[in-house]
């Protein structure tokens, strides 16, 4: 091969991949920012809720892909912080505190707090039933920030 034609070929790689890093990085960006649920410390039975709300609500949040911890950029980890029934106000209260920090090295990235509440119904099996329900949109409430953020 000549010289002009290894120079050819050269240019022909080298731009082929430019192309695959620059697909790469919309390919990343469609996905959107990787974040894993982390632990969770809530009373009970609102453990397994708090992580199902996490994981329902993030993954309708605009740029984010909900993922395994060893594929995340981010760590979400999630509290209950106070849930009561307040017989006096006749309402169930929530709210939480959620953590974003990196994977690597847990850097704290945001704080992110939730509160909702419910008009407390009259039978005890009723509270029960409400408390996830409230407990989600705590959740849907500390969350709406993060699809306002850009996190890279």
């Given at each position: 091969m000549t010289r002009t034609a290894l120079s050819i070929c050269a240019s022909?790689?080298?731009g082929v991949l430019l192309s695959g890093s620059m697909l790469g990085d919309a390919n990343a960006q469609r996905r959107g920012t990787a974040i894993a649920i982390g632990e969770m410390?809530?009373?009970?039975?609102l453990r397994g809720a708090l992580r199902e709300a996490l994981r329902d609500e993030l993954g309708g949040v605009d740029g984010v892909q909900v993922t395994n911890a060893r594929r995340?950029?981010?760590v979400l980890r999630g509290s209950v912080t106070r849930i009561d029934a307040e017989p006096q106000s006749?309402?169930?209260?929530?709210?939480?505190?959620?953590?974003?920090a990196d994977?690597?090295?847990g850097n704290i990235r945001l704080i992110l707090e939730g509160r909702a509440a419910a008009?407390?119904?009259d039978a005890e099996a009723e509270v029960a039933r409400l408390r996830p329900e409230v407990?989600?949109?705590a959740v849907r409430g500390a969350l709406r920030p993060?699809?306002?953020?850009?996190l890279r």
């Open positions: 022909i790689f080298v410390s809530a009373p009970g039975p995340a950029r981010y006749e309402r169930l209260e929530c709210e939480v505190s959620l953590i974003l994977r690597r090295g008009r407390l119904p407990l989600r949109a993060l699809g306002q953020q850009r």
